[in-house]
């Protein structure tokens, strides 16, 4: 009795541990999001390269999550149409990927962490600041003041963009 009691608890436990009751309301992405979980649990390693590849495979998602931020930061002028955000975006964005990818091939040659740290630190608001600057014509105080409200829409929208990239790698 005993012994089918033990049993018992073991399985229970076993049971518990890889189950993760997760309650969506929809059984088969439960199963699906539970299933992918236990993967997550088993292989982290292989669970980050996924997530690796999946972040430049959506990285397009990043315009559209950043155009309604730019919006505000110019809804009152007339001249200035979604269109032209979503260009700003683009050149910004290409210019930050292009700007990492030397970073790293300068980490990878032994430049020193103290160069393209502060180089990291300071080269992308300068960016920011000059782009914003020239692009939309403002003056030193608007360019600053935009750069540091923009500085927080790009936490946000990092932010999205990586739920965004968890809730596709849980469930697909």
């Not at 290409?94 to 091939?105: D, K, N, P, V, Y």
């Not at 740290?117 to 608007?142: C, D, E, M, N």
């Not at 540091?148 to 965004?164: G, K, Q």
Request: glycine fraction near 6%.
């Amino acid at each position: 009795l005993e012994e089918a009691k033990a049993k018992a608890q073991a399985d229970a436990n076993k049971k518990s541990s890889s189950n993760t009751d997760i309650n969506v309301g929809w059984p088969a992405l439960g199963q699906r999001l539970e299933h992918n979980v236990k993967q997550l649990k088993d292989n982290p390693s292989l669970a980050f390269y996924k997530l690796k590849i999946a972040s430049y495979k959506y990285s397009w998602a990043l315009i559209p999550l950043s155009v309604p931020f730019m919006w505000l930061l110019f809804f009152w002028r007339r001249d200035i149409h979604l269109y032209d955000h979503a260009i700003f975006i683009t050149y910004s964005i290409s210019f930050m990927m292009m700007f990492l990818i030397a970073l790293t091939l300068a980490a990878a040659f032994g430049v020193s962490g103290a160069i393209w740290g502060t180089a990291l630190g300071i080269v992308p608001p300068l960016h920011l600041y000059k782009q914003l600057r020239h692009a939309y014509k403002l003056s030193r105080f608007g360019a600053w003041l935009r750069l540091f409200i923009l500085s927080i829409a790009i936490s946000i929208v990092l932010t999205l963009f990586f739920v965004l990239l968890l809730m596709i790698g849980l469930v697909g």
